[in-house]
């Protein structure tokens, strides 16, 4: 059995998980990368829902020297599995947290002196030094240390001597975009903050910032480390930065026909009759729906089947959603149908889906519930 799948009940819905593309976007973006600058594989949320396990030893045979992760659990998890490299800790920690840190060598961020306080004193009472990442707050004003008081806090920092300064980061809040003023002005602020910091005598070991935006187009944000999540699973932050020729995507989504519907004209489809056909129409029916994070859309989007584009009818129930085969005339009961990903010449990607719920791409890949198993392709050897 392929790595991460356990025996259960199989399903006619599912994410297909190609591992042997996911190393080799990875080589490709190690390849990109100047040979000194490392390569953090962000895996949080279950690498996007794609499986942190299965993902994570596949990336370390692929160039990837560290992970990050969110939440606690996330990192235990793969240390649990075996995975021995290092593991970063985004976002802000609490006390719940600092036993595992010590536990499971697990390397937080902190942003706040707070924070940075506590840590101080939990180290200190087990004569431990902790690691920690500085995160500097440039203009995200989510978590970190403000840019703009750093004298203030950083001469408190040189006071910890339980704290040892790994590596000290920023977060870009748009870095995808065709306009890079504000990603410009963040750069430029890191840097004013990390020269306060040095003229204190603090020198963080791994300096780093750029998430996929960042890497693709913002190389004078490169420093030391670049922590890339979705790029890796062949999925561009955004329509408008760069490409690497070759890079795939990973995850496909796809489903098998369980049902077949004859309409007559005037015949409705699904919850609520917002679809009524015109004419003969032939439906088939897909076991997946929102309860498996299809969008809950009506009467818009497409699948594809042999090939080809047929438009979803009807409104998208838990369970279930129905698509028009009527001018697929082959189509039969356990044809596959791709909901997400390529069939043929044909793609439907994450942001074509992220496009009828008005969201993102990293919200659709996300959203794949665990109750559609995943099927690995390929996997580290
Ligand atoms: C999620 C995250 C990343 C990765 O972002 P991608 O756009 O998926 O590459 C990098 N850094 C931080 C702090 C994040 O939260």
Request: charged share 20%; net charge neutral; hydrophobic share 45%.
């Amino acid at each position: 059995m392929a790595a991460g799948q356990r025996m259960r009940p199989g399903r006619p819905a599912w994410v297909e998980v190609d591992l042997t593309a996911l190393g080799a976007n990875l080589r490709l973006i190690r390849a990109d990368l100047p040979a000194a600058v490392r390569l953090m594989h962000v895996i949080k949320d279950e690498a996007y829902g794609a499986g942190a396990i299965p993902v994570a030893r596949m990336a370390l045979t692929s160039g990837v020297d560290s992970f990050a992760t969110y939440t606690v659990a996330e990192a235990v998890a793969l240390r649990d599995a075996g995975i021995e490299a290092p593991i970063l800790l985004l976002g802000e920690r609490t006390a719940l947290d600092f036993d595992w840190l010590c536990s499971h060598r697990l390397t937080p961020c902190v942003g706040s002196l707070e924070v940075a306080a506590q840590l101080e004193v939990f180290a200190a009472a087990r004569d431990v030094v902790l690691d920690v990442h500085l995160k500097i707050n440039s203009g995200m004003n989510r978590y970190g240390f403000s840019w703009r008081a750093a004298s203030r806090w950083v001469s408190q920092l040189a006071e910890f001597r339980h704290l040892r300064l790994a590596g000290a980061l920023t977060h870009f809040a748009q870095s995808d975009e065709l306009d890079k003023r504000f990603a410009l002005q963040q750069l430029g602020r890191f840097q004013e903050a990390l020269r306060v910091l040095s003229d204190a005598g603090l020198t963080p070991g791994c300096i780093h910032a750029c998430n996929s935006g960042g890497f693709l187009d913002l190389p004078q944000a490169h420093h030391d480390m670049v922590r890339v999540g979705i790029l890796a699973l062949g999925v561009y932050p955004s329509a408008v930065c760069r490409r690497i020729p070759g890079l795939s995507p990973v995850l496909t989504v796809k489903a098998t026909i369980t049902a077949l519907q004859e309409l007559e004209p005037g015949d409705m489809v699904g919850y609520g009759m917002h679809f009524r056909a015109e004419s003969r129409r032939r439906i088939a029916v897909l076991p997946i729906g929102y309860g498996d994070g299809y969008p809950r859309v009506r009467n818009e989007g497409h699948a594809l089947l042999r090939g080809r584009r047929v438009p979803l009818v009807g409104g998208v129930s838990m369970d279930a959603l129905t698509v028009d085969v009527t001018d697929v005339p082959e189509a039969a009961l356990g044809d596959e149908i791709v909901l997400m990903g390529r069939q043929g010449e044909e793609d439907i990607t994450p942001h074509e889906l992220a496009a009828l719920k008005r969201s993102v791409s990293y919200d659709i890949l996300t959203n794949w519930r665990a109750r559609l198993p995943r099927r690995y392709l390929g996997g580290a050897p």
